[in-house]
């Protein structure tokens, strides 16, 4: 759930809440009367340097206990909460990634473009936390869409026996804010783990695994591809 505008921005307007965002996300954990708040944020640091991440940590710290503070004050039903336990260290959303045979775009996601090579399949929104200053850009597929991903984007430009999986895969800033997210990047993760699989068993660099072999070994394990991807395959074969 997010929300909570209203009372956000009455008590940044009182002083009490300095957070470069404008609402308040939570979700419900398998506790009773216990929620995941997922709020804090920090701008305007890079998660490669050491200073940056120092400065990231005391600031999301220091932001946990406003909103802790803000929860109990402004929101009803919150008034005895506390906090149990916070993230060990500091997440970082985005950083360097990969630069591959093909680069996922912002316009393949959201025109939940198909690709032949395609490994995984995403269907998560362009989704940016403005790395800048406050506010949210939210763009969605069409309704019951999905944009693939292929192979090539999990292998390295120039780069022989490394396949790259996740958050690292290459894609620009704006198709990284779709699939960065947790069922996607598992996802691109079982892929490049048969891709590899595949290309140890035969003794060949990952880039010489057929797609197809690929997209068998994935559906056979069950993976989310789409259901005609194959049988177009295996017609033209
Ligand atoms: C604050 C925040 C909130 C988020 N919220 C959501 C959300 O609500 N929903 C959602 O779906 N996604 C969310 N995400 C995004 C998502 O969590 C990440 O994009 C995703 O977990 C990335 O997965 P990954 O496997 O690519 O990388 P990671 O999960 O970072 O895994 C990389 C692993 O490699 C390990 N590693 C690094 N270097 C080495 C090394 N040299 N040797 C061995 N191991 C190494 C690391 O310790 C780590 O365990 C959020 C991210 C952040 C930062």
Redo the contacts with the bound molecule.
Sequence with gaps: MHGLWDLVREATQAGQLRLPREDILFFATPHEEEVSV?STRVTRVLGTDVWDLSFAEWTSRRQMRQIAEFLRRYVPGFEQSYVAQS?VQV???ETRRVLGDYQLTADDVLAARKFDDAIARGAYPIDIHSPTGSGTVLKRLPPGEAYDIPLRSLMPRSTEGLIV????ISGTHEAHSSY????I?MAT?QAAGACAALAARRGVMPREVAVGEVQRELVRQGASLRPDLLRAKEAAA
């Design positions: 997922n993230g997440g970082v959303r999986a996740g958050r690292c960065r997210v947790m069922p990047v993760g």
